[in-house]
């Protein structure tokens, strides 16, 4: 089985909500962790063989570039208490088309774990370097945090997480 280390500068975690007045993005690196699999000659992940990965996104890198929306985002996530965002893979199954698997596993956001599953993109570069491409919609409210109202902006409880994670061989 290879082990795959995230590169935490190559690997990137894009956060897209809606307000009532604006859109608010956040793009992130830092995340940490590794993927653990047998990658075949053809590229893919070898599904027979036992498949693991744990990845830890600390929430302090996270920033809208706005240090208010930030500084409200961070007492409400509890920042302090819960410093960063967790994901451990359960399963990867085939997915509908040839490079795509379904990732299934569990988040763990505010100290409140969800089960979540969705569809990710794999492929190979050169180096033994594996890279999974996805994104999945979250309520927060599902993670018992109700969406935070900033003055007169309402920021709405679903939010897309879009994620490139970069993993290196070794």
Do not use: C
Not at 72 to 92: C, D, G, H, K, S
Not at 105 to 115: A, L, N, P, Y
């Amino acid at each position: 089985m290879g082990r795959y280390t995230i590169d935490p500068d190559e690997t990137t975690v894009w956060i897209e909500a809606r307000s009532s007045l604006h859109p608010i993005h956040s793009e992130t690196h830092g995340m940490d962790g590794y993927f653990e699999g047998e990658v075949g000659a053809d590229g893919l992940v070898n599904l027979s063989s036992p498949v693991r990965a744990h990845l830890e996104l600390p929430i302090a890198e996270m920033s809208s570039g706005n240090g208010l929306y930030d500084r409200e985002m961070m007492r409400r996530v509890e920042a302090r208490r819960f410093p960063a965002i967790t994901a451990v893979l359960r399963q990867l199954t085939p997915g509908e088309t040839k490079g795509s698997y379904v990732a299934d596993g569990d988040i763990t956001f505010r100290g409140v774990t969800q089960r979540v599953a969705d569809e990710v993109t794999f492929s190979t570069l050169a180096g033994g370097t594996v890279v999974f491409e996805g994104q999945h919609v979250f309520n927060l409210r599902d993670f018992g945090m109700e969406p935070p109202r900033i003055m007169m902006l309402r920021v709405y409880p679903d939010v897309t997480i879009r994620v490139r994670i970069v993993a290196k061989a070794g």
